[in-house]
């Protein structure tokens, strides 16, 4: 998706139809939007989650994308790369939130 966005001439074409890949059955995801309201408007922000679990925590790279932040954020890469095949526990919260800072 990040090419299409990126690469893609959208001059005088419409999207008529798109198709996403379903996900393994390890892959949690959730979807989030902010609004002014609950029908009919625009996200002023939205975030997905996509994080391939095992029964230990996160097995692989999670996919953390982020909108309406800016125009250049799209994914959260630095948490991606932290989160990525580390068992979740509250030393990897607290380890995150110190790395943030």
């Known amino acids: 998706m990040l090419d299409f966005l990126t690469k893609v001439d959208m001059s005088s074409k419409v999207l008529t139809a798109v198709v996403l890949p379903s996900l393994p059955d390890n892959v949690h995801y959730r979807s989030f ?20 679990l095992d029964g230990q925590g996160v097995n692989g790279r999670p996919s953390i994308v982020l909108g309406g932040i ?14 990525a095949d580390k068992t979740l526990s509250a030393e990897v919260i607290k380890g995150y939130l110190y790395f943030a800072l």
């Open 33 to 52: 939007k902010v609004t002014p309201r609950w029908q009919n408007a625009h996200a002023y922000v939205n975030a997905v989650f996509s994080l391939p």
């Open 70 to 83: 800016s125009p250049d954020t799209v994914h959260a890469a630095k948490t991606e790369d932290y989160l």
